[in-house]
């Protein structure tokens, strides 16, 4: 799952306009950042699809401290403490530290057995589209861009995303050697916020004006 969890911080987006979109969307691919750096530092252990069969990006062996319930809890007490320290919102941190639980929910709901066969990988990703085409354009109604990026570079952004989710699944497995394949992750989750953080200068919630 990628998209599903962005579609949660762009739906927080909206609940709190003065969130930063590359906030929210931070606390949501939380998890997935904090795994893919535990792999590096050989703390957690994932092995990535080389069968070119559709399946899930990868299964994790022994991903508990990024992805296990009980951290999860403890990630996202400590993003909403630091947001608390920091901004002095506790109506904002507390919807962040819901982001992030809201990647173990779309987890526990989507990282199933099944979820590795075509015949259950299919609907699963066709309610995950569902779920971000809704939140996008949910997002889009709520927000007007104020330049020329907030048209053309955030739906090239979501374009992007929406290719590698389908790419992660369907698409043929990555050439590179295994152990790249955490590196690119990282690189790609930090590149999604980085834009977001673009976007959320680049695009502004309607309600702003008056």
């Not at 991903?63 to 109506?91: E, P």
Request: glycine share 8%; charged share 15%.
């Amino acid at each position: 799952m990628l998209v599903g969890h962005v579609a949660a911080a762009f739906v927080a987006k909206g609940l709190h306009p003065r969130l930063s979109l590359g906030t929210t969307v931070a606390a949501a691919l939380l998890a997935d950042m904090l795994l893919f750096s535990f792999v590096l530092a050989d703390i957690e252990h994932v092995q990535f699809r080389t069968s070119p069969t559709a399946g899930l990006h990868f299964t994790g062996t022994d991903i508990a401290f990024s992805h296990g319930l009980a951290m999860s809890l403890f990630w996202s007490a400590a993003l909403a403490a630091i947001y608390v320290w920091r901004r002095g919102d506790r109506r904002a941190a507390a919807l962040l530290a819901a982001v992030v639980i809201s990647h173990w929910v779309l987890d526990v709901l989507s990282h199933r057995p099944a979820g590795s066969a075509v015949h259950g990988l299919v609907p699963m990703m066709i309610i995950e589209g569902t779920i971000w085409a809704c939140a996008v354009a949910l997002y889009v109604s709520d927000s007007r861009s104020v330049n020329s990026a907030g048209r053309y570079v955030f739906w090239g952004g979501v374009a992007a995303l929406t290719y590698v989710w389908h790419d992660n699944a369907f698409g043929l497995p990555r050439g590179n050697p295994p152990q790249d394949a955490p590196i690119e992750g990282l690189l790609l989750l930090l590149l999604a916020v980085a834009w977001a953080y673009w976007m959320n200068r680049a695009r502004e919630m309607k309600q702003r004006r008056r």
